[in-house]
Nanobody, 125 residues
Framework: EVQLVESGGGLVRTGGSLRLSCAASGFIFEDYAIGWFRQAPGQEREGLACITSDDGKTVYDDSVKGRFTISSDNSKNTVYLQMNNLEIEDTAVYYC??????????????????WGQGTQVTVSS
């Protein structure tokens, strides 16, 4: 059974940093692409970044380029999202998801098959 478990969310001041983790199990980690998404109240779920675990290829949405970094530790079957210089507008529930094609060429939510339960990130002034 594919499982994705996010952790690392919390409350942070503007300008601060957080590192989210996505622990994956139930599939061959290197065969999948893993993405990070977020959804604020009343908003669509938006893609932020994606990584292919076999070669470390990354794709970022323009909205987070330069502030967020996605990385993968294949020995731990875990993908991270390092978020720096956080803004109030970054407040949302953050999700990781797995793309079974392993292509990792897009941050579109429609390309991802399996989802975690989400972790809340709240940025305050």
């Amino acid at each position: 059974e594919v499982q994705l478990v996010e952790s690392g969310g919390g409350l942070v001041r503007t300008g601060g940093s957080l590192r989210l983790s996505c622990a994956a199990s139930g599939f061959i980690f290197e065969d999948y692409a893993i993405g990070w998404f977020r959804q604020a109240p009343g908003q669509e779920r938006e893609g932020l970044a994606c990584i292919t675990s076999d070669d470390g290829k990354t794709v970022y949405d323009d909205s987070v380029k330069g502030r967020f970094t996605i990385s993968s530790d294949n020995s731990k079957n875990t993908v991270y999202l390092q978020m720096n210089n956080l803004e109030i507008e970054d407040t949302a529930v953050y999700y990781c998801a797995a793309d079974s094609t392993g292509l990792g060429s897009t941050t579109s939510k429609y390309a991802f098959d399996y989802w975690g339960q989400g972790t809340q990130v709240t940025v305050s002034s």
